[in-house]
């Protein structure tokens, strides 16, 4: 099976009102756990305000010009099972291929990098953390090509990895963790996030068949707020 690692680096988090300044793309094959091909690009912006954050200087995206095609990008897409990011509902969002935004449209599921279970989980599930908990070494945390080869490499780590991907892939809801306050360590634990996906609250998105595993009950509150577990 092949599979589209992307990344996008923005700046900021609004697709209406911030622009992709990087995008990056690699063809993974799951059967031999290999790069096939690799692109990557700066896009022109006028400001980029999660400089402090991505460590992109707006001035260099002006020697881009016209030269980035987005059809190699797309290409990669319509060869793919997948396209597969670290907290996908954030990049799918910049793939609709607007102003500001990336390429041309393609219908693939996507795949929850962060979704998937790797030999070794380490405290902190964010990306890096997770890279350096299985052995990977990380060089330019944030620059796009470079998450999509931690991303590969984590992919390698994966024994069952077309089952893990599959899974990943499933539809997710935000689900609020119903913990008190001398248990939130469990929320945190399970990858739960205090008050950024609801306000004052531990959060996550993912499946609600997955909830039933969980050492506390949730709710979700899109849907009358019907507790779970």
């Known amino acids: 099976m092949l599979v589209a690692i992307v990344d996008v680096e923005t700046t900021g988090l609004n697709p209406e009102t911030d622009a992709v300044i990087e995008v990056a793309a690699i063809l993974y094959s799951t059967e031999h756990r290999a790069i096939l091909q690799q692109v990557s690009t700066l896009l022109h912006v006028d400001e ?121 892939a499933r539809p997710k809801a935000t689900v609020i963790a119903l913990v008190s306050y001398d248990d939130r360590h469990l929320a945190k634990d399970a990858g739960f996030v205090w008050d950024s996906l609801v306000s004052k609250a531990w959060a996550k998105r993912m499946p609600i068949e997955d909830t039933e595993s969980l050492p506390f009950p949730v709710a979700v509150p899109t849907v009358s707020a019907v507790v779970l577990g």
């Open 48 to 168: 980029n305000p999660a400089e402090s954050v991505n460590g992109i200087n707006p001035e260099i995206t002006f020697e881009i010009a016209s030269l980035f095609h987005s059809e190699a990008i797309a290409k990669m897409l319509e060869a793919s099972s997948y396209a597969v990011a670290f907290n996908s509902d954030f990049d799918r969002q910049w793939f609709s291929f607007e102003d500001n935004h990336v390429g041309e449209s393609v219908e693939i599921p996507w795949s929850d990098a962060a979704a998937i279970t790797y030999p070794r989980m380490g405290h902190k599930r964010d990306l890096v953390n997770l890279a350096i908990a299985n052995g990977i070494p990380v060089v330019n945390a944030h620059r796009a090509l470079d998450d999509c080869r931690l991303v590969a490499d984590l992919l390698g780590k994966v024994p069952d990895l077309e089952y893990q991907l599959a899974r990943a």
